[in-house]
């Protein structure tokens, strides 16, 4: 049976949210959509006070302006119809683990909006950063993730990465229970 959509409506306006890199004349809207993504994932987790530390700190326009600013490190932002609903950071690695040498790669953060989530964007952005973090060859790439966000750790798992480590990532007093997951440089780039 063919469908034929009223053009005038908003499922055929929808269009498939875009992944750009960001740039330093980004620095507000990542600043946004990082504190927004942050907070709607975990806030239940703190006091108001350490949250909004915590925030003012991790998702300051000085923090992102510097993030945006270094060669060593990517930003992305996702849109959908010209709204932000996402965006990602890759870099060298800073996780503390016995096993990270200068060459590794870090999936910083990587958040989309829960109404943005579970529709192949969030694959599509894992992708663009994979290739951005091997862009000069394979290499060991690493992730942080809280120790209870099971979904994150069975997208990563089925990425190639597997634990490693554990450690403490502090919001104000409260002190995250965090695991480190690392993917060994891919010879053959078969990951699916």
Not at 1 to 21: D, K, T, Y
Not at 145 to 150: I, K, Q, R, T
Request: hydrophobic share 40%; aromatic share 10%; proline share 5%.
């Amino acid at each position: 049976m063919e469908s034929h959509l009223n053009p005038q409506s908003p499922l055929s306006r929808m269009q498939e949210p875009v992944i750009r890199r960001a740039t330093v004349t980004d620095a507000q809207a990542v600043a946004e959509i990082g504190a927004r993504t942050f907070s709607e994932t975990f806030a239940h987790l703190y006091p108001p006070e350490d949250l909004a530390g915590f925030l003012a700190e991790a998702y300051s326009l000085e923090q992102t302006r510097a993030d945006l600013a270094d060669p060593a490190k990517a930003v992305w932002l996702v849109e959908a119809d010209g709204v932000v609903v996402g965006y990602a950071l890759a870099g060298p690695c800073g996780l503390p683990h016995a096993e990270v040498t200068p060459a590794c790669g870090e999936l910083k953060r990587f958040y989309l909006l829960k109404s943005s989530q579970n529709g192949g964007t969030g694959r599509r952005l894992f992708d663009e950063i994979m290739a951005w973090l091997e862009r000069d060859g394979p290499r060991d790439l690493w992730i942080g993730v809280w120790s209870e966000n099971f979904g994150a750790q069975r997208f990563y798992a089925r990425q190639g990465f597997s634990k490693v480590g554990e450690y403490g990532f502090k919001v104000g007093s409260t002190v995250d229970h965090e695991f480190i997951l690392k993917r060994v440089a891919q010879r053959d780039s078969t990951i699916a």
